[in-house]
């Protein structure tokens, strides 16, 4: 996966800063090593949920809550939920606590993108290594999705509305 993911960087020609630090296992601890490192930048939170056969990745700002219940809506089913360890680690070959925003050879996941990460110059990533961080601008994240083969959906977390739109590329 973090061969990967430094590959999909130096192809699509992005600078990035990598930075190893202690193990992290959860949003909370990669931000305050972050901040011991002195990184500026949005952390991010990437969830894996399975809904009707299907698996989906959902990347947010690292502090947001995601609560099931609101996607059980958007996708119109009661049955959806966490994907556990074993599912990420067959689907993504990733660890909970350290899934990042791309990388993954599954081009079948869909990726929901919180369009609140763009309004922030810099985004910081574990690369499913949960000793590393990986920091690129949020301009150069649009540019690996826009490239990705994978469906992709932004969506605005903000307000009681539909959370999600369809593929704005232009809106970002």
């Known amino acids: 996966m973090f061969e990967n993911i430094l590959e999909i960087l130096q192809k699509n020609s992005i600078k990035y800063d990598l930075v190893e630090h202690p193990e992290s296992k959860s949003c909370e601890d990669s931000k305050k090593f972050r901040e011991e490192l002195g990184l500026s930048g949005i952390g991010s939170k990437n969830i894996v949920f399975h809904a009707k056969g299907v698996f989906y ?16 809506k958007e996708f119109g089913t009661k049955d959806i939920r966490f994907a556990t360890q074993e599912e990420i680690t067959a689907v993504l070959d990733a660890v909970i606590g350290s899934i990042p925003p791309f990388g993954f050879k599954n081009s079948e996941i869909k990726i929901f993108v919180d369009k609140e990460i763009f309004s922030h110059k810099y985004f910081m990533f574990n690369p499913g290594v949960p000793t590393k961080t990986i920091r690129i601008e949020t301009s150069d ?8 083969p994978n469906q992709k ?19 970002i």
């Open 153 to 171: 959906i932004y969506f605005d977390f903000s307000g009681e509305q539909s959370i999600f739109e369809n593929d704005l590329k232009s809106d």
């Open 141 to 148: 994240l649009k540019k690996i999705y826009d490239n990705l």
């Open 57 to 72: 990745l959902v990347t947010t700002i690292g502090e947001k809550e995601i609560k099931a219940r609101k996607f059980k």
